[in-house]
C-alpha cells in the first residue's frame, strides 16, 4: 500500500503521510522561508520513535512533489531496517 496524503486543512499547506492507518509524518509549507528569501520551501518529517543509524527524518524541499519524494525515499529505509515492507499483511501477525 502506498503512502496516503491527507491535507489537515483547506490550504493544501498542511500534509499527513500516512501508512495504513498510522500517521507516520507531515509535509508543510515553511512560512519562514517565504518570508527571508521569498521562494517558498516544504519542510518535511517522519516522526517515528526508533530510527536506524544515519536516517534522515527531516528536511527541506522546493516543491511539495520533492518533499513526497524525500518522505517516501526515507520511509523506505526504515521499513528495510526495520525488516518490513509497505504491503506486508498486519493481520498475519
Request: aromatic share 10%; net charge neutral; charged share 20%.
Amino acid at each position: 500500500m502506498a503512502l496516503v496524503y491527507r491535507d489537515k486543512g483547506t490550504s493544501g499547506a498542511q500534509i499527513e503521510v500516512i501508512s495504513h492507518r498510522l500517521v507516520i509524518g507531515h509535509i508543510g509549507k515553511d512560512v519562514l522561508s517565504a518570508l527571508t528569501s521569498h521562494a517558498i520551501q516544504w519542510r518535511w518529517f517522519i516522526s517515528i520513535g526508533s530510527t536506524p543509524s544515519g536516517f534522515q527524518h527531516s528536511g527541506f524541499a522546493d516543491t511539495l512533489d520533492d518533499a513526497k519524494a524525500a518522505v517516501e525515499w526515507n520511509w523506505k529505509v526504515w521499513l528495510a531496517a526495520a525488516g518490513l515492507t509497505e504491503t506486508q499483511d498486519r493481520r498475519a501477525v
